[in-house]
Each structure stands twice: as C-alpha cells, then as structure tokens.
C-alpha cells in the first residue's frame, strides 16, 4: 500500500482521507491556533482489508498534509 492509494478529498474546512475498496476514513481540520492539521478522534476502520489501522492512519496523515500545503493551509 502506498501514499498515491489514498484519495484526499475536501470539504469546506476538511480534508477526508479514504482508502477506495475498504471502510478507511480519517479526517483532518486546521487547528484554530496555529497552521497545523489536527486529526478527528473518529477513524472508520476496515478490519477485512489488507492494510492496518496504525499503517492506514501513517498515510492518511501524509496525504492529508500534502493536501494541506497544497491549498496554502500549511506551510
């Protein structure tokens, strides 16, 4: 499994990080103090797919700064 897997799509102040073929869902904001992404605690799991929660997160949070630096959010 690698990084370009993930699709990471927006929306409004959201980035929504998924793993197409699986249940995987991560979602990121900014935080409201300083220009960083912030994880939801909320993370749909897939315990049939062939990549782990902890390995899915990692790269979720890739693509989501990616997505992030991308759109000027971070730096």
């Known amino acids: 499994m690698k990084l370009g897997d993930l699709e990471a ?3 409004e ?3 929504v990080v998924t ?5 995987f869902r991560a979602v990121f904001h900014l935080s409201p103090d300083e220009p960083r992404l912030i994880q939801s605690p909320a993370l ?5 797919a062939e990549i782990s929660s902890k390995d ?3 790269l979720a949070w890739e693509a989501a700064n ?3 630096r991308e ?3 971070i730096v």
């Open 9 to 11: 799509q927006i929306d």
């Open 13 to 15: 102040d959201r980035i």
């Open 19 to 23: 793993l197409p073929g699986t249940d």
């Open 44 to 48: 749909a799991t897939d315990q049939e």
């Open 56 to 58: 899915f997160e990692a």
């Open 66 to 68: 990616a997505q992030a």
């Open 71 to 73: 759109l000027g959010w």
